[in-house]
């Protein structure tokens, strides 16, 4: 049996989206493999033959590890059955020595060949091009690009040979700055452990998975070719967290299931959310430092931190999990801060998807604010979840925020706007001890599943913003993100801020769309009531959106007027046909007399 996923409707899987924006079909690929329940159960699911004339894909060469190799691209073999043109009697005429009557031709069959067409795919963005195209038809990114080696630095227009005049300059501003921004005496602590590459899909579908290896690689290698890491920041000890560390925020059989997984070659929780032998540890490793971060930037030596880990973790609840997510990183993090004493914490999820994980787990907890900014579009974007009316339950309404996007392409602006009337605002009336960023990039520019515009310097703004609140103390998980040029120059603009760096974004006046705007407003005249602070805004706010309705309908007037004919004209057009409707009367009638 060909491996069937679910069509896109509410609450369909991250990768779903993503194929079905790009028109990729998923082909059977053969193999056995097994599904957990959160219970730990096993379902084997067998995959049938592929028919000769589909496509064919090659999966790419692993290492002993099973990572793969990220300089090999697979090829796309396709076998048609080619049919025999019919010649026409002009034809036969004119190639008649090509013909021998003599031979006998009774068991003759049409020629059988196969077609290779060869196929790569886009290192940045893991879209298909054909062969004999250089740059990546999505993204533009060459073909042997290396960005997996020197990050975003490298031109993304020709072969890896270096990286640009970029590296030289950041290198140049930086050659002083090492001794200043040594590990002993750095405040901005890196959580990173290279075990955490070993959690990879081991069969690829269609094209290789979003969530890939590469996410940190890119990341990692853009921090060292610009020498922030290593260099001005330091890193932490990796550990693997505890099972009883993991039950403060999920079930013990969701922690059994995923411990499962590293006794199984390969195994999905859900059809895109998937496990090896390896992901088990990577998800402790990764819920480790996120811990150890954030008791050391709020008792101990770091003033802040970044989490450079995988899996990612907000899609992941007390009992499941799903979009990509094993342990839920951030609410591991903020019971952590609690216990390190931390009174209340503060979550602001900036990934395009809503945190439904996240939200599940502390939506009963008056001690942690979760504000979440993503596309929703009604239910119908991933998760489904996260309506404006989402506040909070038992007790705790209004210490859930959800701020969700009515439509995809929103940018630097409608982020920025939503921080300054929403986001801001209610943190300052919460004055939380801690902050906890949930930085999912994929609503960054370029990014092929979350298709909206946030640029890196947005995303430091943003940062800017949150880092004036509970003196510093700020620790930044990564999430989502899911093109490596745009995940690492978002990164590496993010912990330029924790290092003291300004943001490049002017504020102005930050003008929102009109989307934006109604998004604002509708999650202000929900959330006012719980955050006293928000009154004044929603009431001026309010004002501009009456007046720029006003304003809008008056041009509307306008523009029909210009299209119709003008009321003389009307007027002047009746009053003539009258009067020779009447003179004609007027000689018909003299005439017969």
């Given at each position: ?558 523009k029909r007027r210009k299209t119709a004919a003008p009321i003389w004209w009307k007027w002047g057009r009746k009053s003539l046909l009258y009067h020779l409707l009447s003179g004609n009367l007027r000689v018909r009638s003299t005439a017969a007399v």
């Open positions: 049996m060909v491996l069937e996923t679910n069509r896109l409707v509410n609450g369909d899987s991250e990768m779903s989206l993503h194929k079905q924006s790009h028109g990729v079909s998923r082909n059977g690929i053969i193999g056995r493999h097994e599904s957990l329940g959160s219970n730990g159960t096993r379902a084997s699911c067998s995959y049938d033959e592929i028919s000769g004339d589909e496509d064919i894909l090659t999966t790419p060469s692993r290492d002993m590890n099973g990572t793969m190799d990220v300089d090999t691209f697979p090829d796309v073999v396709v076998s048609r059955k080619t049919k025999q043109r019919e010649m026409t009697s002009q034809d036969m005429y004119n190639n008649q020595d090509l013909f021998d009557d003599d031979d006998d031709d009774s068991d003759w069959e049409p020629l059988q060949k196969r077609v290779h067409i060869m196929k790569w795919f886009c290192t940045n963005c893991t879209m298909v091009n054909l062969n004999d195209v250089v740059h990546c038809d999505i993204c533009g990114e060459h073909k042997e690009s290396g960005i997996l080696r020197h990050g975003f630095l490298a031109s993304p227009f020709s072969q890896d040979a270096g990286v640009t005049e970029v590296q030289t300059q950041v290198k140049g501003r930086n050659k002083d700055t090492y001794v200043q921004y040594s590990s002993s005496n750095s405040c901005t602590a890196v959580g990173f452990d290279e075990r955490m590459l070993l959690h990879s899909e081991i069969e690829m579908k269609s094209h290789p998975h979003p969530e890939r290896p590469d996410r940190l690689r890119a990341i990692a290698a853009s921090l060292a070719t610009a020498g922030i890491f290593p260099g001005r920041c330091y890193p932490i000890p990796a550990r693997e967290i505890t099972q009883q560390e993991l039950q403060m925020v999920h079930s013990l059989e969701h922690v059994q299931a995923v411990e499962l997984t590293s006794r199984i070659f390969s195994s999905y929780f859900t059809p895109d959310t998937y496990a090896n032998e390896h992901s088990a540890c990577a998800a402790r490793l990764a819920a480790g430092l996120c811990a150890d971060l954030a008791s050391a930037i709020f008792s101990g030596p770091a003033k802040n931190g970044f989490a450079l880990v995988r899996p990612p973790g907000h899609h992941a609840g007390i009992k499941q999990a799903m979009g990509f997510c094993l342990h839920n990183n951030a609410a591991i993090a903020a019971l952590a801060a609690q216990v390190a004493g931390a009174k209340k914490v503060l979550i602001v999820d900036w990934d395009v998807h809503h945190g439904n994980g996240t939200q599940e787990i502390f939506e009963q907890n008056k001690s942690v604010l979760y504000i979440s900014l993503h596309r929703h579009e009604g239910g119908k974007f991933y998760p489904g979840t996260g309506a404006v009316n989402e506040i909070g339950t038992e007790g705790a309404a209004g210490y859930c925020v959800n701020i969700p996007w009515s439509r995809g392409g929103v940018g630097d602006n409608d982020y920025i706007f939503a921080f300054q009337h929403v986001v801001l605002p209610i943190a300052a009336e919460f004055a939380p001890d801690f902050t906890i960023i949930s930085a999912g990039f994929d609503a960054a520019r370029g990014d092929p599943l979350g298709c909206c515009d946030v640029t890196p310097a947005g995303y430091a703004q943003m940062t800017h913003m949150l880092y004036t609140i509970c003196r510093g103390k700020l620790l930044v998980i990564l999430e989502g993100g899911y093109n490596l040029r745009s995940i690492s120059s978002s990164a590496t603009a993010v912990i330029k801020v924790l290092l003291g760096e300004s943001s490049e974004f002017e504020l102005g006046n930050t003008v929102p769309s009109k989307a934006g705007l109604q998004t604002v407003l509708e999650v202000l005249k929900i959330q006012m009531h719980h955050w006293s602070s928000l009154e004044s805004s929603f009431a001026k706010l309010q004002s501009q959106w009456e007046a720029y309705c006003s304003e809008n309908k008056k041009e509307q007037i306008k």
